[in-house]
């Protein structure tokens, strides 16, 4: 299957004209990232394999709306913090990392809680053992996130 990636930010008005005075919304997307047990903050991956592929990098003015648990780690109650190496639960603070195939976690750092400015900057994501109890295995998920966007109509 073929993919497009955009270098800019993508918004619709629902199949509607601009003249039609529809505002314009920003378009959700979602990455699937893994997450290994870490005492350091070792970088998230894309995809499945914690241990090899690209680093989870989060463009600047990504708003996060949420993580979705596709394959749960194990362990005694185990969470993740995720975050940045300067901020390492700055994404979630004591994500469930057990929780049921299918859960969807809202962010609660102080990374994503900065009201509608979204990341400051591209953000290297990282992912550490929480205190919540060890995981003894991966975990498997998907961050959602649209990028900031004030709704105004036109092209900048």
Do not use: H, W
């Not at 609660?108 to 509608?116: E, H, I």
Request: proline share 5%.
């Amino acid at each position: 299957m073929a993919r497009t990636t955009f270098e800019s930010s993508v918004r619709s008005r629902g199949g509607r004209r601009e003249d039609d005075g529809v505002t314009p919304g920003g378009m959700l997307m979602s990455v699937q990232c893994s997450a290994q047990p870490s005492v350091g903050g070792l970088a998230m991956k894309v995809g499945s394999d914690p241990t090899s592929g690209e680093d989870l990098v989060l463009p600047k003015g990504a708003i996060i709306v949420s993580f979705t648990m596709l394959d749960n780690a194990t362990g005694t109650t185990p969470t993740f913090d995720i975050g940045t190496s300067g901020d390492p639960d700055g994404i979630f603070n004591e994500l469930d990392a057990d929780g049921a195939d299918g859960t969807v976690t809202y962010p609660n750092g102080a990374l994503v809680l900065n009201g509608a400015n979204g990341l400051a900057d591209d953000t290297a994501v990282t992912a550490t053992n929480g205190a919540g109890g060890t995981p003894t295995s991966n975990m498997v998920g998907a961050f959602t996130y649209f990028i900031k966007d004030d709704g105004t109509s036109g092209t900048r």
